[in-house]
């Protein structure tokens, strides 16, 4: 099932999500339909309230940022990295800040510099209930952190500075009006 996304604007991506609790759901369903859904949005991570889900979930496969690269540019960091992010809580962060270009499917057509730390370990259940705690680094530790923010009612326009928030601000009240042009679902606001 392809899930329309939700908007900047929709109270749901404010809310921090709630855990999952062991088959409440069936979490092995609500992955495969996150990754159809992110895929047909042309994404790379896709948290459960950019769905209207105020749970704490979300999937990622960063694979499709090395596919027009050559070998020696390649992220090694995304190499088979698809997978799904139940219960997640970040224990640490840390690493020198790094800049890079970041999206999100509930903003569209906006994009801006975010500096997040290096390396991320996360706690986490993936969809058969085994709890994993893991490091990364590169451009999977970003793609964490940003759907995590999701989870945590943050996006990625709170990390930008004064002077660049108010610059998209008419941009931003567009989207949340549905004023926006999209090749994907997108939730209107009521």
């Not at 062991?22 to 159809?36: H, I, N, R, T």
């Not at 992010?85 to 970041?102: D, R, T, V």
């Amino acid at each position: 099932m392809i899930y329309p996304i939700v908007p900047y604007g929709d109270p749901i991506l404010r809310k921090v999500a709630v855990d999952i609790e062991k088959d409440s759901m069936d979490v092995k369903q609500l992955a495969e339909d996150m990754f159809d859904t992110m895929y047909t949005a042309s994404g790379v991570g896709l948290a459960a309230p950019q769905i209207g889900l105020g749970i704490r979930m979300f999937v990622v496969d960063g694979r499709p940022m090395n596919e027009d690269e050559e070998p020696k540019d390649q992220d090694s960091s995304l190499i088979d990295f698809k997978k799904v992010f139940i219960n997640a809580q970040i224990l640490e962060e840390n690493g020198e800040e790094w800049g890079f270009e970041e999206g999100c499917l509930s903003i569209p057509g906006i994009r801006a510099d975010v500096f997040r730390p290096e390396y991320v370990k996360i706690k986490y259940v993936d969809t058969d209930w085994n709890e994993h705690v893991e490091v990364y680094e590169g451009l999977a530790a970003r793609i964490i952190q940003h759907e995590y923010d999701h989870i945590d009612g943050i996006l990625f326009t709170d990390h930008l500075n004064a002077v660049k928030k108010r610059m998209l601000k008419n941009k931003l009240a567009d989207i949340s009006k549905g004023k926006v042009s999209v090749d994907y679902k997108m939730k209107l606001l009521k």
